[in-house]
C-alpha cells in the first residue's frame, strides 16, 4: 500500500498553518503526532509503531476528538501496508483502520472546534480513502466526495496556500483514479498554480511534465 505516500505531501503543508492554529496546548501535540505519521507514510514498519504510540498517548487525553482519531485510523491503514504480512491482515488491519476513520467523520457533525481542524480530519480520511486500492477496499466514491466538500468549503480562500493546493492535489489524484484526465491536468493546474515552490505544487509541475512528453 505505497499508495499512502500522497499523504507526506499533505501534511508537510499542515507545517504552515497559521499560528494561531498552533497556540492551543492540543495543537502543540497534535503536530508532535504528526510529525511522526509523517515519517511513518513513507518508512518502516518501527516508524509505523512509533506513529501509532504516540497517537495512543493522545488519544488517552483526548479519547473522543475526531482528528485524533482520524490520525489513529490512518496509522493504523499504514500498518496494513508491510508487505512482510498475509494478505488477509493487511486487509483486517487496513480495515480496522477505516472503520476509526469512519467514527471520526460521523463525529465532524457535532464538533465544534477550529475549522482547520475538520479540514485536516476530512483531508487525512481523504488522501487513505483515494489512495486505497478501490477494487478492493471500495472507497473512491466516498474520498471524491469528501473532496468535492473541501473544494467547496466557504472558507477555502482563506485557508493556507499550501493547504489550498493539498485539496487541489487530492483532487487531481481523485480524477486520475477514476481515468479523467481532463479533471486530473485542471487540478494538477491548480495545485502548482496556487502554491508553486510546495511541496504539492512542485509534485504538480513534475506530474504535468510527464503529461506534456
Not at 487525512?124 to 468535492?148: C, Q
Request: proline content about 4%; overall charge neutral.
Amino acid at each position: 500500500m505505497k499508495c499512502l505516500y500522497c499523504i507526506l505531501l499533505f501534511l508537510t503543508t499542515l507545517t504552515l498553518l497559521p499560528a494561531s492554529f498552533a497556540d492551543s496546548a492540543f495543537n502543540k501535540e497534535i503536530e508532535i503526532v504528526r510529525e511522526a505519521y509523517l515519517t511513518a507514510t513513507d518508512g518502516t514498519e518501527r516508524d509505523i509503531r512509533k506513529a501509532s504510540q504516540k497517537i495512543r498517548k493522545l488519544e488517552h487525553k483526548y479519547p473522543f476528538h475526531p482528528l485524533v482519531l482520524a490520525y489513529k485510523g490512518g496509522a493504523l491503514s499504514l500498518r496494513g501496508k508491510d508487505i512482510g504480512k498475509r494478505p488477509l491482515d493487511r486487509m483486517r488491519e487496513t480495515e480496522e483502520g477505516l472503520n476509526i476513520i469512519d467514527r471520526a467523520l460521523r463525529k465532524l457533525s457535532h464538533y465544534d472546534g477550529d475549522y482547520l481542524e475538520i479540514v485536516e480530519t476530512q483531508l487525512i480520511a481523504t488522501y487513505v480513502f483515494i489512495n486505497l486500492p478501490d477494487s478492493i477496499f471500495h472507497r473512491l466514491r466516498e474520498g471524491d466526495h469528501l473532496v468535492k466538500k473541501l473544494l467547496a468549503h466557504p472558507q477555502f480562500s482563506a485557508m493556507p496556500q499550501g493547504l489550498q493546493a493539498a485539496i487541489y492535489f487530492a483532487a487531481a489524484i481523485a480524477a486520475d483514479k477514476r481515468n479523467d484526465q481532463t479533471q486530473f491536468q485542471h487540478y494538477l493546474e491548480l495545485t502548482y498554480k496556487t502554491d508553486p515552490n510546495g511541496k504539492n505544487g512542485q509534485q504538480a509541475q513534475a506530474l504535468l511534465q510527464q503529461l506534456a512528453d
